[in-house]
């Protein structure tokens, strides 16, 4: 079975700070893993994915996040947080096996200006 | 490019009425799957399904109801509102290929009084 587990429901960064966001996740089989981001009143947009190969993934906006298998972890992060990366961010782990995702609580981004 | 697109946007029923939130895709993707996003509970699954005239549970299927008579189209049926249905629902779609991500539509917002 796969679940996610995003920790810190709220996290407040001032511009130009880095962002830090955490998600570990438990599986029975190495998983696919991603991270979506919701502006106010969108649907979820994907920020990046970890299928295979490098561990370290970079995505839209400046985002990255590192696989790391003996954690399993899946923490996404920005060097230097912008005003226009107030949102919310979602971690989901999918199964190798099928398309279903699971999706973690998620985390709400506030940056002081 | 339309992606995943959801009607309408917003919708008050009352209790026990009936309705159907729609959900069209024009992707030809063979997966579509409805969540449903409450606070502090991240999306959960409804209902998926992987083709035309095959649909199957989610996490949260009790209450709604669901057919997929064509690629394209995946509806939604609530069959009798209740006020624990108020929420925001997401339509999302996928190829069935192994790593791929999710696209969402913009979600309905619905009410129920």
């Known amino acids: 079975a796969q679940s996610v587990t995003q920790l810190g429901s709220h996290v407040s960064v001032s511009e130009g700070a880095l962002v830090l966001l955490r998600c570990n996740y438990s599986?029975?089989?190495?998983?696919?893993l991603f991270w979506y981001v919701q502006y106010p009143n969108q649907g979820l947009q994907l920020l990046l994915k970890y299928t295979t190969g490098a561990t370290l993934v970079k995505g839209i906006n400046g985002f990255e996040a590192e696989f790391k298998k003996s954690e399993t972890s899946f923490h996404l992060t920005k060097p230097s947080a912008h005003m226009s990366d107030a949102a919310e961010y979602f971690c989901a782990v999918s199964a190798p096996s099928g398309n279903q995702f699971y999706f973690g609580t998620g985390t709400s981004l506030t940056v002081i200006p | 490019n339309a992606g995943v697109t959801q009607t309408p946007k917003f919708q008050v029923l009352k209790t026990g009425q009936s309705m159907t939130l729609q959900c069209a895709q024009d992707?030809?993707?063979?997966?579509m799957s409805w969540y449903r996003q409450d606070p502090g509970m991240g999306l959960r699954l409804i209902h998926y399904s992987v083709g035309a005239g095959i649909t199957d549970q989610g996490e949260v299927p009790n209450g709604y109801n669901v057919s997929r008579s064509t690629t394209e189209d995946f509806p939604l049926r609530l069959l009798s509102a209740a006020p624990s249905q108020t929420s925001v629902y997401f339509c999302?779609?996928?190829?069935?290929?192994?790593?791929?991500?999710?696209?969402f539509g913009q979600g309905t917002r619905l009410t129920v009084v």
């Open positions: 599986s029975s089989v190495p998983p696919y």
């Open positions: 992707m030809n993707h063979e997966y």
């Open positions: 999302a779609s996928s190829t069935i290929m192994r790593a791929t991500e999710a696209f």
